[in-house]
């Protein structure tokens, strides 16, 4: 880990009575392309208390896509108060046959965030990597402890990388809320535990993806990793998040498209009331940009 526990423990006495900020996940880069676009994101956060934002970046061939916007967005977002890491995201990134070239991407972003002045910089790389949808993954056994053996190792390298490379730099994954079941157990560098506190134990906070509508079943899908960070100390490490997404089908329930805008309303506010005064609770993540900003925009919001 690279943040320094004195600092979070004083970051944290200073938040006392604070309720958790909001971040919120941005997959497209549409908003870069205008200063009218970005100014309507930057309107938006400001509106709805966005503090934090991840942000999708593309990398070929060794470059970083719309690297000088990029660029430009990073520090205006900084100006106005909102952090912002890089997002990379592929069921089958941390697979060991992908590692070097996961790697590289890293470096790539690495090496982009020198060029950016001090003090607005990113605050560091989040991996939403989802190897569940893959068919080594469904086929279990042998072929998913694998997966899960690949997945743990890559973290150790990029780990490894980040902190002689670029130790202020934060590492952060997203994880569905499924991976503290005991079948998911495994032993990796001689230590048995659940598959997610493995994960706890190689980043700096995980955005779990504990999607429900009603408040107090959120909560509940978080406790494991709450608990876990609590045990070893993992300050502000662990990001409840909520959907807006058009979900359709038997998995409709899981988002908020669909229903009044302020019942949504209602449960994040009761949610940040909850984890108020919470020292292990990084913010509550918000997914994601283009549907949030349709869903609160609806007219049945007033």
Not at 127 to 150: A, H, I, L, N
Not at 265 to 289: D, E, G, Q
Request: aromatic share 12%; with cysteine.
């Amino acid at each position: 880990m690279r943040l320094i526990i004195s600092l979070l423990i004083g970051f944290c006495l200073a938040l006392e009575g604070r309720e958790p900020p909001l971040g919120m996940w941005v997959w497209k880069q549409i908003h870069l392309e205008t200063e009218e676009a970005f100014g309507e994101l930057l309107d938006f956060c400001e509106r709805e208390e966005i503090t934090h934002i991840d942000q999708h970046v593309s990398i070929k061939k060794g470059m970083l896509l719309n690297a000088e916007a990029l660029r430009n967005f990073i520090i205006k977002a900084a100006d106005h108060g909102i952090s912002v890491n890089a997002l990379r995201g592929d069921k089958a990134m941390f697979f060991a046959r992908n590692h070097e070239r996961t790697m590289a991407a890293v470096q790539t972003i690495v090496a982009f965030n020198e060029t950016l002045p001090n003090g607005k910089k990113l605050l560091g790389i989040k991996f939403d990597v989802e190897p569940y949808g893959s068919k080594e993954w469904k086929s279990g056994g042998d072929q998913r402890r694998q997966v899960m053996r690949d997945y743990l190792s890559y973290l150790n390298q990029v780990n490894d990388y980040l902190s002689m490379a670029a130790s202020e730099m934060e590492l952060a994954v997203d994880v569905p809320f499924w991976w503290d079941k005991t079948e998911f157990q495994i032993v990796f560098d001689g230590q048995k535990k659940l598959f997610v506190e493995h994960v706890q134990d190689r980043v700096d906070w995980l955005g779990i993806m504990s999607y429900r509508r009603d408040p107090s079943e959120i909560v509940k899908l978080v406790d494991t990793e709450l608990n876990y960070a609590s045990s070893f100390g993992h300050l502000r490490s662990v990001a409840p998040s909520m959907e807006t997404g058009n979900i359709s089908g038997k998995e409709a329930y899981i988002s908020f498209s669909g229903v009044p805008v302020k019942q949504f309303r209602s449960s994040l506010k009761s949610l940040r009331y909850t984890y108020a005064n919470n020292p292990y609770v990084r913010c509550i993540m918000l997914h994601h940009y283009d549907s949030l900003r349709v869903y609160l925009d609806e007219t049945f919001s007033q």
